[in-house]
């Protein structure tokens, strides 16, 4: 039981993932790519129709048929498609729509185009004015058919009406802000040829190019009405369109249209048939490629294109150019914030703030220059500029702050380390003013070539504050502790000379330092007092020329340089004066008594 129940289950799961995939076989047939919501207000995408296109490799253009139900428009299609109605788009002979969404057929025709091999899509749209739907939805498929097709078919019965042309006032829109830019530049999105298709039962009058130049013409305003401004302000704008648009009459193909599915060519109106071809022949001449950012798209890249049109559309509750256009330019200010940022990354923070400055500056136009060529629109680009900006002084603001923040460590290791070497130079051995101004100038130094950032300021006065400090403090020891010191040191020659090397001299030297220091002292009450003598000065820098110099740092030196003229001296008291009676040209301590041949006295 339990393993004819996992069999089961495999089974499920096994079909379950080859029906998943499962591609299409024919793609002789129609497919939605499009598709409304229950509520039928807004769009969604439907996988059958984006596999039959994403499958295309070469350039795609798409021929999309709008305008009122009922109008014919599947028809047309499978006319202009040389398909019959039952192999073709449906064609429903009821007073509904029968189309909903947008359709598309699976097998696009192959042209040449400007030497370009192109596979040409021809889609099926929901007629306008339907029962039972929103003027909301009404415009999201008009304006996606707007966007995606390379040619517009706008199909009316009989006549252009007003509605027809407030309903172009998307399109127009769409125009001035996507192909309004300078004639010979790349345009960002390249517009569809519109074209005016008018079928009615009689051909004879106006021709269909006086119809529209007609409709488009101005409405008298004598009484200012607002309402009549803007539907002439879009008349006006239309002109936009002027060079992407044409005009074309097709006669009914024959009084029974109900019937129409089920006849051949033979038993249609020959002038129909006649302009039929004409018709096809037509569309060939003026479809191109889409071209979007500068290239044309391929079945991927299309797919891809309608996704972020949906997105947009999709937005808010009504369609706008200013939606679609933030939503184009989503990928380019992410780019360009990339772009932005790969700038900024190769910093070597910290570094001066007119520097940082600097950098983003120029970062920020290369990143603005680049949205400038790329972006979509351009009123309503002004969002995604300022966006952008947003963005950029976000990103940029956090640099600012990590560079203060490695600014401080630098700087905050720089002033440990001078403040570590300045407690060091107040504890030497021998005191040296000369080794303490030296140190206290390579601090400075060091500090103020590797100290950079915002913080170096601040760190600076510190700086300041704790140099000065320590410099007062030495000097304010340093004549006591060389007073003390060279006491000691008079005391030890004295004993060096006396009882060492015996060299009378040296004792001498050592007593008269040594009796010049105490009775100074004594002399005058006070050690501070000696500090403004001349012989003060001159043994000072004796001292300090002996004790520190670029050669020898008597500091570092003095208990090896005391040990090994110890051990010197010590072999020279041992065993040198026994070895080598060498004659001093200086005095020295005779330490035997008269010679043993000296007559002895009573």
């Not at 004015?129 to 707007?146: C, P, Q, W």
Request: hydrophobic share 40%; glycine share 6%.
């Amino acid at each position: 039981m339990d393993i004819s129940h996992w069999v089961f289950v495999f089974l499920v799961l096994l079909l379950f993932l080859a029906s998943g995939s499962f591609s299409i076989d024919n793609f002789h047939q129609p497919f939605p790519i499009v598709e409304p919501d229950p509520g039928h207000t807004k769009l969604r995408l439907s996988r059958e129709g984006l596999e039959a296109i994403s499958r295309i490799n070469t350039p795609i253009a798409a021929v999309a048929v709008i305008g009122p139900y009922r109008s014919g428009k599947s028809f047309l299609l499978n006319q202009l498609l040389s398909l019959s109605c039952y192999e073709g788009f449906g064609v429903g002979h009821m007073r509904d729509t029968k189309t909903k969404g947008i359709w598309v057929w699976g097998t696009p025709l192959e042209l040449d185009i400007d030497g370009v091999r192109t596979s040409v899509f021809y889609l099926d749209t929901e007629g306008f004015e339907s029962v039972g739907k929103s003027n909301v939805y009404d415009d999201r498929i008009f304006a996606l058919a707007t966007v995606m097709s390379s040619v517009l078919v706008y199909n009316l019965p009989e006549t252009v009406r007003e509605a027809d042309i407030s309903r172009l006032s998307f399109a127009v829109e769409l125009a001035e802000e996507f192909y309004g830019r300078v004639k010979g530049q790349d345009v960002a999105f390249e517009p569809a040829k519109l074209l005016w298709l008018i079928q009615r039962d009689f051909l004879e009058g106006k021709t269909v190019k006086e119809m529209v130049d007609e409709a488009l013409r101005h409405v008298p305003n004598t009484g200012g009405d607002k309402n009549i401004d803007q539907v002439n302000q879009i008349r006006d704008s239309l002109a936009v369109m002027g060079d992407n648009s044409t005009a074309f009459s097709l006669p009914q193909p024959h009084l029974m249209r109900t019937k129409l599915c089920d006849l051949k060519d033979d038993d249609l109106d020959p002038m129909y048939v006649k302009k039929r071809e004409q018709l096809k022949e037509l569309v060939a001449s003026i479809i191109r490629p889409k071209i979007v950012q500068g290239r044309s798209l391929n079945g991927k890249e299309f797919v891809s294109f309608l996704e972020k049109i949906l997105e947009a559309l999709n937005k808010g509750e009504i369609p706008s150019t200013g939606s679609l256009v933030e939503v184009f330019n989503k990928g380019i200010v992410e780019r360009c914030l990339k772009l932005y940022n790969e700038r900024m990354g190769k910093l070597r923070l910290p570094m001066p703030e007119q520097s940082l400055q600097d950098a983003h500056d120029r970062s920020r136009e290369e990143a603005m220059k680049a949205f400038d060529e790329l972006h979509f629109g351009r009123r309503h680009a002004k969002s995604s500029f300022e966006q952008l900006d947003e963005d950029i002084k976000e990103v940029n603001k956090n640099i600012i702050m990590a560079n203060e923040y490695h600014s401080a460590r630098l700087c905050e290791a720089l002033y440990t380390q001078c403040e570590d070497n300045m407690d060091q130079l107040q504890v030497l051995r021998l005191p040296s003013m000369a080794k303490f101004s030296a140190g206290f100038l390579q601090c400075n130094r060091s500090f103020e070539q590797e100290c950079i950032g915002p913080s170096k300021a601040n760190y600076k006065q510190r700086m300041v504050k704790m140099m000065g400090k320590s410099r007062s403090l030495f000097i304010k020891e340093y004549n006591q502790r060389l007073f003390n010191w060279l006491v000691t040191f008079s005391l030890i020659m004295v004993m060096v000379g006396r009882f060492i090397i015996k060299f009378i001299l040296i004792e001498m030297a050592a007593w008269v330092l040594f009796i010049f220091l105490e009775t100074y002292t004594r002399m005058f009450w006070s050690s501070e007092s000696l500090y403004y003598n001349p012989v003060w000065h001159f043994i000072v820098s004796t001292w300090e020329t002996i004790v520190y110099n670029p050669i020898l740092d008597l500091d570092r030196w003095a208990i090896p340089i005391g040990c090994t003229v110890a051990l010197w001296m010590l072999y020279w008291r041992c065993y040198g004066r026994r070895k080598h009676k060498s004659r001093w040209l200086l005095p020295m301590y005779n330490s035997h008594k008269s010679g043993s041949n000296r007559p002895r006295s009573d």
